[in-house]
């Protein structure tokens, strides 16, 4: 077995990251769409305090969301160190540097994205957090205001000067509170959208960089065993065109798409039909 030198293990850990970082995010994506759907159900309902939506975009922001954002994060410093002193002023445009320009302006896009995401997601999950502990308990102080009120008009009670500036002090304080209460929902849709649509966006973004990754052998392995994941976040038949340009102008066999990012795999990692689907 050969040794890899520092060089070779940089590189080898750089394409394991790159890969882990895309898989996660793909299943990042799928679960926030379902997490949406769910947002936008418990919204017609009038129910997003009460819907158990925060504990879902918890579990996302504390797991999945901070992972890829550690390896966004760790990935970037890394290949910028590498790359520290090595840039020169090209003597000749190369399809090779244009090449290594786009890979370098969407490795900082997608690490950037992932980063603000992750913190508009933090901000999500704040704001149901807020909804869920605090709009039932405003609901029932405006509720028993209300229902003081209602009591002294039915049993014909006047309220002494001081217990009125109490009863006007206490209804201020629920207005308030209501208020409050909407801003935080208001802002909870507002980051829901947000997060979709930069979801959407680093999609999109992942996609443009797929397209040039054909030397990342083990990151054409993980798409290959979570290749549904593809069809999930860029509709049926995503997952087959990606190979197909994955394995462009290779020296593989397979007519497929698929067959030909499997003997890629094959040939580059080992057989990877008995390993597990995940990253």
Known sequence: ????????????????HLAFLVVKFLKAYVAFEDIHARFKEAEANGCLATCGIFERVRELEENLAFDIKEKAHALFRARGLR??????????????MLRELKASIEMRSIDSYIGT?????????????????????????????????????????SFSPEEARELEHLRTLADVSMKLSAETEAMARRMAARCRGLFKDTAQVILGYLEGAGENEVLVQNLVQNRQLLDQVYGPGAAERVFLELCRGRDVSGSTGLERAQSFARR???NVDGLPDSA
Do not use: N, W
Request: hydrophobic share 30%; proline share 3%.
């Open 268 to 270: 580059h990692c080992g």
């Open 1 to 16: 077995m050969s040794v890899l030198s520092r060089d070779e293990f940089e590189e080898r850990r750089e394409k394991e």
């Open 83 to 96: 790359d520290t002193g090595r840039h020169r002023q090209p003597s000749r445009i190369s399809r090779r």
């Open 117 to 157: 995401g992750y913190h508009l997601l933090a901000i999500l999950k704040e704001s149901l957090y807020q909804l869920e502990h605090y709009a039932p308990a405003y609901e029932e102080e405006k509720a028993e205001v209300a229902v003081v009120e209602d009591l002294a008009r039915k049993l014909g009670y």
